[in-house]
C-alpha cells in the first residue's frame, strides 16, 4: 500500500516562512512526479509545485520566486520551502504524487492527507 505523509505547515505571519515535507512509502516500482497541491473551499485543487524524477520543476505564477521544491528520489520526499508568504498563500497542502506501485504497470496519482497553512496579515 503506498502512501504519502505529510509535516509541516501551520500559522505563520505574512513575509515569514514555513516549511512542508511529504515522504513516500510502500511497495512500488517508481515515483515518476511529486508535488504540493492546494485546495480551497468552493475552488477546485491546484498546483502549487512539482518536480519529476530528473529534478525538473514549475510552479504556479502566483509562487514562483517565492516557493521552492525540492525532491530526495533516495528517500522518497519531497519538500516545499515557502518563503515570502501571503496572506493568500492560506490554503488546505496536499501532497501529490504519480506512482507506479508493484501492482501495476501504470502510474498512479496518490495523495497525502492535507496540512493548514494559515498565514496571518
Known amino acids: 500500500q503506498v502512501q504519502l505523509v505529510e509535516s509541516g505547515g501551520g500559522l505563520v505571519q505574512a513575509g515569514g516562512s514555513v516549511r512542508l515535507s511529504c515522504a513516500a512509502s510502500?511497495?512500488?516500482?517508481?515515483?515518476?512526479?511529486m508535488g504540493w497541491f492546494r485546495h480551497d473551499p468552493g475552488k477546485q485543487r491546484e498546483l502549487v509545485a512539482r518536480?519529476?524524477?530528473?529534478?525538473?520543476?514549475s510552479y504556479a505564477d502566483s509562487v514562483r520566486g517565492r516557493f521552492t521544491i525540492s525532491r530526495d528520489n533516495a528517500k522518497k520526499t519531497v519538500v516545499l520551502q515557502m518563503d515570502r508568504v501571503k496572506p493568500e498563500d492560506t490554503s488546505l497542502y496536499y501532497c501529490?504524487?504519480?506512482?507506479?506501485?508493484?501492482?501495476?504497470?501504470?502510474?498512479?496519482?496518490?495523495w497525502g492527507q492535507g496540512t493548514q497553512v494559515t498565514v496571518s496579515s
Open positions: 501529490g504524487a504519480d506512482i507506479t506501485p508493484r501492482t501495476s504497470w501504470h502510474p498512479q496519482r496518490y
Open positions: 510502500g511497495d512500488m516500482l517508481q515515483i515518476v512526479m
Open positions: 518536480v519529476n524524477s530528473a529534478g525538473e520543476s
